[in-house]
């Protein structure tokens, strides 16, 4: 399966201010997308983060906040700006594509810790 | 994608098989069974798919009935790390869509 890992595992950050987090894929893969897990909740999906074109944000989501660069087919970051408590969950990046397989997998997560 | 309905919870005694169901009543012919399982907020593993015929891999069995209606995923000796939330999941293949969460079973395996 895909070896993808994510910058930081995890951080704890005051209200306010910005975190990036990285997503980093072995190998090239076609779609990228991000995920939300509040706590104790199931995922969320975010958006979808488009190679050379704008993310595709899901309903309650928009790119003020979360904005979402893919500048090639193996990395995408996530940022969650001006960030309040609300925000503290983990973060999942996931790709589907790798090395011809349409099976989706996910990266290890970022658990965000907002106070 | 075809919504579908699981158990809340269930638990397993250790070296049992753990039968985990799921329902999909209104899943459409060209849409597959994705099973996903979520260890203690790590992030999801894949464990298995099938489209109507049954399928086996190193961690587990699916078993889709004939209707494709409904599934179960069969860990056959379940471990302690088996203990998990279990998400069953029908989305057309390489669709190039996310995958619809619902809430999983949690699985509970007990010494």
């Known amino acids: 399966s895909a070896v993808i890992s994510q910058k930081p595992s995890r951080d704890i950050c005051q209200r306010g201010t910005s975190l990036t987090i990285q997503c980093q894929v072995d190998?090239?893969?076609?779609?990228m997308f991000w995920y939300r897990q509040q706590p104790g909740q199931s995922l969320t999906l975010i958006a979808t983060a488009n190679q050379g074109s704008e993310a595709t944000y899901e309903s309650g989501f928009v790119i003020d906040k979360f904005p979402i660069s893919r500048p090639n087919l193996t990395f995408s970051t996530l940022t969650v700006s001006n960030m309040s408590p609300e925000d503290s969950s983990i973060y999942l990046c996931s790709v589907e594509g790798y090395r011809g397989s349409e099976t989706q997998y996910f990266g290890p997560g970022t658990r965000l810790l907002v106070l | 994608d075809a919504k579908t309905t699981q158990p809340t919870s269930m638990d397993c005694a250790e070296g049992r098989a753990a039968n985990l169901p799921c329902n999909h009543s209104t899943i459409s012919g060209n849409e597959y069974v994705y099973w996903y399982r979520q260890i203690h907020s790590q992030g999801p593993q894949y464990i298995i798919h099938?489209?109507?015929n049954n399928e086996t891999n190193e961690m587990a069995s699916l078993i889709i009935t004939e209707d494709r209606k409904s599934s179960t995923l069969i860990l056959p000796h379940a471990t302690l790390r088996d203990t998990a939330v279990y998400y069953c999941?029908?989305?057309?293949?390489?669709?190039?869509?996310?995958?619809?969460f619902g809430k999983g079973t949690s699985l509970l395996v007990t010494p």
């Open positions: 099938g489209l109507k």
């Open positions: 999941i029908v989305r057309v293949e390489g669709s190039g869509y996310a995958l619809n």
């Open positions: 190998s090239q893969v076609t779609m």
